[in-house]
């Protein structure tokens, strides 16, 4: 009960404005409304729309620092002056791990139940991979997932999600392609065809889930496919880009990059064409073609972030609603000769995450504590007063995003594992086939340095200063001058694996040290 009500009903009645009477009989009636009141306030579940793009770098939204010039996202951007937005965030490596981890709430290492060896026919075993949603939806939560699924297909409709349209990507003739002709899968039947551009489609069947007449608190995971490869933007934003610039070429573009491990140094997506202008070879664009067409397919998920928020509005739930943006990793447009995710540097994994709490509590607020998707399971329970079903390796983030002086000295892992999960991790060396051509690699975020040690024996490691050196081009690794700076990320790094209970811990290989 607001504190008008209770000042209200306590001056209506003129003998209640007594001093004695106030001291003797209002106190106890004031603590038993106060009471009453924080017990409805706790009752007050919010809603949870979590928007979760694909392959969308923190570039491409306008608000963040580190943005293209000439992007423009004002209703992105709206999030974040309404909200909390993160400067140093991360998901997965790659799509299907990400999900993993945003559905458990660990690191790739502690996810048991999920067999890749059959990619993309992904194999699970409920049983162990089991999703946090199914314990919303025991507690009174209204659950629903739209969008790209990237996981095995018993997606668990009627058990963890009372609603779904599904894609899934299991190639053309199964169920259609990125964007266009694809076919959808509705509360777990068959696969449909389904006309449109898919950002469009899945913003409007996300506004008519959120317009329903919702009897309880619901939880909506939207998982756009954009702004996946091939970039393919809706009709009305082709060319939208095209007379914009300039495109900076990244200064690592073309190797060789002596300082860094042997499966980078030669490492090359991009070939000067006669014009001198470095050309995708596997899309066969430049890279002013590229990075114009990746910022185009964004701007329809910038349009279904303002048709989401109206709606919100609209229907009377906006102020009760608790709304997260961030993707699912990022990706490189040139940097380290890459245009590819999976590599451990922010270029090509660093995501935008930005938060807006019912209410617009802490409207504006940037926080540079680096943060991870894991986090978000462990802030959703805690917002809508649910235990936790199991032991998770994220934090909930409330406490970081309600305090306006605080930060966290917390390090944070990232890990590239390329399809192996859980205890097949264990090893700590990397399997055959790595993902695109990139080694398994573990880093450490702790501060303002960038620890990454990739697991093949012999091998060089990484440290960078990220406030320094954003673009991670000079390895302080091979500097004995930070030998000591680099002994204590290696230590932290080993402690933050054991505390996560990570088996791998003694079979990481020795670096080598150049040094020595």
């Given at each position: ?380 329970f805690d917002y809508a007063g649910i235990e936790l079903p199991w032991e998770m390796h994220g934090d909930s983030l409330r406490p970081l995003m309600e305090s306006r002086s605080k930060e966290w000295d917390r390090a944070i892992l ?103």
């Open positions: 009960m607001p504190f008008y009500i209770l000042r209200a009903f306590f001056v209506r009645d003129s003998r209640m404005v007594d001093p004695l009477l106030n001291t003797v009989n209002v106190l106890p009636l004031f603590v038993l409304f106060l009471f009453i009141s924080l017990e409805a306030s706790a009752s007050e579940r919010p809603n949870i729309l979590f928007i979760f793009t694909d392959d969308q770098s923190h570039r491409t939204v306008s608000s963040y620092e580190d943005a293209i010039s000439w992007a423009n996202t004002p209703h992105i951007d709206r999030l974040a002056e309404e909200g909390i937005r993160f400067k140093h965030a991360f998901a997965g490596p790659w799509c299907a791990p990400s999900r993993a981890m945003v559905l458990t709430g660990k690191y790739i290492h502690g996810i048991d139940g999920l067999d890749f060896s059959e990619y993309p026919l992904i194999k699970q075993d409920l049983n162990r991979f089991r999703m946090w949603p199914e314990t919303f939806r025991k507690n009174g939560y209204t659950t629903a997932v739209i969008g790209k699924w990237h996981l095995a297909s018993d997606y668990a409709h009627g058990k963890v999600w009372d609603h779904s349209i599904i894609w899934e990507r299991l190639g053309y003739e199964k169920s259609g392609s990125y964007f266009r002709d694809q076919k959808l899968r509705f509360d777990g039947g068959d696969f449909t065809p389904v006309l449109g551009h898919s950002t469009d489609n899945y913003t409007r069947y996300a506004q008519n889930f959120i317009e329903r007449d919702h009897e309880q608190p619901w939880m909506l995971w939207l998982c756009y496919d954009a702004v996946h490869a091939p970039f393919t933007p809706a009709d009305r934003h082709a060319g939208a880009y095209d007379q914009a610039g300039p495109i900076e070429v990244p200064e690592d573009i073309y190797p060789p990059r002596p300082t860094k491990p042997k499966y980078m140094r030669d490492y090359a997506m991009f070939e000067p064409n006669e014009k001198g202008e470095p050309v995708d070879e596997r899309l066969g664009l430049t890279l002013s073609e590229l990075t114009r067409k990746y910022h185009s397919g964004v701007l329809s998920i910038d349009e279904g972030v303002k048709d989401l928020m109206d709606t919100l509005e609209r229907t009377g739930q906006l102020e009760s609603t608790l709304v997260v943006f961030t993707s699912d990793q990022g990706l490189a447009m040139g940097h380290h000769g890459m245009e590819i995710k999976v590599a451990p540097y922010d270029d090509n994994i660093r995501v935008p995450f930005i938060v807006r709490l019912p209410g617009k509590q802490s409207a504006g607020r940037v926080v540079e504590s680096p943060v991870n998707a894991i986090d978000l399971a462990p802030t959703f990232q890990q590239n594992f390329s399809m192996a999960f859980g205890d097949r991790t264990d090893v700590g060396l990397t399997q055959p086939n790595p993902n695109q051509g990139i080694d398994w690699w573990i880093f450490l975020r702790s501060g303002r340095y960038k620890y990454i040690a990739t697991l093949v024996p012999d091998e060089i490691e990484e440290l960078y200063d990220i406030e320094a050196d954003p673009r991670e081009l000079e390895n302080l690794a091979l500097n004995p001058a930070h030998r000591v700076t680099l002994d204590e990320m290696r230590d932290r790094m080993k402690t933050e694996l054991e505390r996560k209970g990570a088996k791998l811990v003694g079979n990481l290989p020795k670096p080598r040290r150049d040094w020595e």
